[in-house]
């Protein structure tokens, strides 16, 4: 089952490798307008570099073989402006992230989207929590999983990310 929805100003839709081609081909224009430096900064290495439609395809294809895609639309003007991922670790967790266009910044998108998909998981009923990884100099990010409600876990981790979750039950 599908988990779509729509908030104000936001349709998320999930993609898969069923995707119609003419659709991917859009899709794959897209995403390297969006995955620029500054988007893909605090972001995993295989988001970097993404500079063609072919290489946005072959990104695609990874990400949908490892997790959920989730394709977030503004309604007006009715374009592609970010993407939420959601890899199911087990059958109980899921592990979500999340990006919305420089363009799309600071317009308070990024709360509308989590949000409504935080909301969408509670209907669904599928998952117990839901999971953010934020590296730890990604400010924007902490400050929202936590105005959303998301609890800083204490991993036993040196590294640069923080984990968070979400308990949806």
């Not at 104000?8 to 991917?24: A, N, P, Y």
């Not at 993407?83 to 509308?112: M, T």
Request: net charge negative; hydrophobic share 40%; charged share 25%.
């Amino acid at each position: 089952m599908s988990l779509e929805f729509e908030t104000s100003r936001l349709k998320v839709f999930e993609r898969s490798t069923d995707i119609e081609q003419s659709e991917l081909s859009v899709l794959c224009l897209r995403i390297p307008e969006l995955l620029t430096p500054s988007v893909v900064e605090h972001l995993p290495p295989y988001f970097h570099g993404i500079e063609s439609p072919s290489d946005a395809e072959h990104w695609f294809y990874k990400m949908v073989s490892e997790s959920r895609l989730f394709v977030v639309k503004h309604k007006k003007p009715d374009s592609i402006i970010g993407l939420v991922f959601a890899f199911v670790e087990n059958s109980h967790d899921a592990h979500i992230g999340y990006l919305l266009g420089e363009d799309y910044w600071g317009q308070g998108l990024a709360s509308e989207l989590l949000g409504g998909f935080i909301t969408k998981a509670k209907e669904e009923k599928r998952w117990v929590k839901l999971v953010g990884g934020v590296d730890k100099s990604n400010i924007a990010s902490t400050r929202l999983l936590v105005k959303l409600g998301f609890v800083e876990q204490p991993f036993p981790n040196d590294g640069q990310v923080a984990f968070y979750e979400y308990q949806l039950t």
